[in-house]
Antibody, heavy 118, light 112 residues
Framework: DVQLVESGGGLVQPGRSLRLSCTTSGFTFGDYAMSWVRQAPGKGLEWVSFIRGKVYGETTEYAASVKGRFTISRDDSESIAYLQMNSLKTEDTAMYYC?????????WGQGTLVTVSS | DIVMTQTPLSSPVTLGQPASISCRSSQSLVHRDGNTYLSWLQQRPGQPPRVLIYKISNRFSGVPDRFSGSGAGTDFTLRISRVEAEDVGVYYCTQATQFPYTFGQGTKLEIK
């Protein structure tokens, strides 16, 4: 079974950093692009970031709202995707979901909650 | 950015009756590779989203066949042939043709 498990969320003060992890199993991780999507409390979905597989140079894409502050990466040997979040703002408060292959029949994790507050 | 517009935003439906949700994109979703990366997601209360339909009309693994998708270019539709109680939730269309990926506002499906 395909599984994606996010971790690393929590309460953090504005301006601080947090690293989210997406630990996967049940598929050949290196064969798939990965993405992060977030959902603020009571709101809709917002795409955050994307990373291609090694074959495509592990190139990345970012939403304008996080570009320069967030960094997506992957460790194919451990089947884990990461989202390094720096200079956090209160508006980054959201549930963060990890997604396999967002363009196709994608799998979503259960999410990890990030709360940015003083 | 491609804007995704869903209608209606709220849909009260009688159990056993059909329902449909429309999604319109501000630009064609046909990718240069010839595919159209339009998906439909379902988010039940308190749950993460899950994919129902991808590339316009492909039903994802485990999705009941009462769900179907259609459309082309900029206009797409999700149909539920007979609504069941477990279908309550919010439905989103999303495009993965062009970055930034974008989502519709969501359509809340509720039972009358």
């Amino acid at each position: 079974d395909v599984q994606l498990v996010e971790s690393g969320g929590g309460l953090v003060q504005p301006g601080r950093s947090l690293r989210l992890s997406c630990t996967t199993s049940g598929f050949t991780f290196g064969d798939y692009a990965m993405s992060w999507v977030r959902q603020a409390p009571g709101k809709g979905l917002e795409w955050v970031s994307f990373i291609r597989g090694k074959v495509y140079g592990e190139t990345t894409e970012y939403a304008a709202s996080v570009k320069g502050r967030f960094t997506i990466s992957r460790d194919d040997s451990e089947s884990i995707a990461y989202l390094q979040m720096n200079s956090l703002k209160t508006e980054d408060t959201a549930m963060y979901y990890c997604i396999r292959d967002p363009a196709g029949g994608s799998y979503w994790g259960q999410g990890t909650l990030v709360t940015v507050s003083s | 950015d491609i804007v995704m517009t869903q209608t209606p935003l709220s849909s009260p439906v009688t159990l056993g009756q059909p329902a449909s949700i429309s999604c319109r994109s501000s630009q064609s979703l046909v990718h240069r590779d010839g595919n159209t990366y339009l998906s439909w997601l379902q988010q039940r209360p308190g749950q993460p989203p899950r994919v129902l339909i991808y590339k316009i009309s492909n039903r994802f693994s485990g999705v009941p066949d009462r769900f179907s998708g259609s459309g082309a270019g900029t206009d797409f539709t999700l149909r539920i042939s007979r609504v069941e109680a477990e279908d309550v939730g919010v439905y989103y269309c999303t495009q993965a043709t062009q970055f930034p990926y974008t989502f519709g506002q969501g359509t809340k499906l509720e039972i009358k």
